[in-house]
């Protein structure tokens, strides 16, 4: 069956330091990835839209990697801010025009 | 940017109640809008593609007697939770694509959400 799997563990980090989040996918061949933020009780906020032939894609402090071998995408958060904290999702298309979303990570960065 | 304007934030209402939630693009037009639902600390699941001006794509499992898709125009969609009970107590979300093409393969624009409770 078809899986995206993001790390359900709260991920907790210093300010400044790089926050990394995985989104793993199985069962999928996705053309692209997108990342989400999702503050709570907001609706999502689109971050990054990375195409299959991508290895990397950067936005300021963002930065999203592309492996489709080895169906993970990285996403990444440099100098990382207590403004970051929030929950950030990653999205597959579902072989037509629909979105297919992972269940998010929680960032908490500490000051 | 593209906003999408999604109305009411929050209700409370009696189990046997209707409830209409409207989706609206303030700025750009949407032939097609999704709508999702959201349990707590879970992911966004898709219920329905609206589609302007013929029927919504329902997901498997999602009834859709319960759940009533009206995309009228170019600039709303509408879900209607028919006689809603305690188990459709959830938050609802909106979405329309960023392109001109209509498909997903595009930056999504969500809505902020309409928190349902059901007494």
């Known amino acids: 069956s078809q899986k995206i799997e993001q790390n359900s563990e709260a991920l907790n980090i210093q300010e400044g330091k790089t926050a990394t989040l995985t989104c793993n996918y199985t069962?999928?061949?996705?053309?692209?990835l997108q990342w989400y933020r999702q503050d709570p009780g907001r609706g999502p906020v689109f971050l990054l839209l990375?195409?299959?032939?991508?290895k990397e894609k950067r936005k300021e402090r963002l930065k999203v990697t592309f492996d489709t071998t080895l169906k993970q995408s990285l996403f990444h958060i440099t100098a990382s801010q207590p403004a970051d904290s929030a929950t950030y999702l990653c999205?597959?298309?579902?072989?037509?025009?629909?979105?297919?979303f992972g269940g998010g990570t929680r960032l908490m960065v500490k000051p | 940017g593209a906003v999408v304007s999604q109305h009411p934030s929050r209700v409370i209402c009696k189990s046997g109640t209707s409830v209409k939630i409207e989706c609206r693009s303030l700025?750009?037009?949407?032939?097609?809008m999704f709508w999702y639902r959201q349990f707590p600390k879970q992911s966004l699941m898709l219920m329905a593609t609206?589609?302007?001006?013929?029927?919504?794509?329902?997901e498997q499992g999602v009834e859709k007697d319960k759940f009533l898709i009206n995309h009228a125009s170019l600039t709303l969609s509408t879900l209607t939770v028919t006689s809603a009970h305690p188990e459709d107590s959830s938050f609802y979300i909106c979405?329309?694509?960023?392109?001109?093409?209509?498909?997903?393969?595009?930056?999504?624009?969500f809505g902020d959400g309409t928190r349902l409770s059901i007494l």
């Open positions: 700025d750009f037009q949407a032939t097609t």
């Open positions: 999205a597959l298309d579902n072989a037509g025009n629909m979105l297919t």
């Open positions: 069962n999928y061949s996705p053309a692209y």
């Open positions: 979405s329309a694509p960023g392109g001109s093409t209509g498909s997903s393969n595009q930056p999504q624009h």
């Open positions: 609206s589609n302007e001006g013929s029927k919504a794509t329902y």
């Open positions: 990375i195409r299959e032939n991508e």
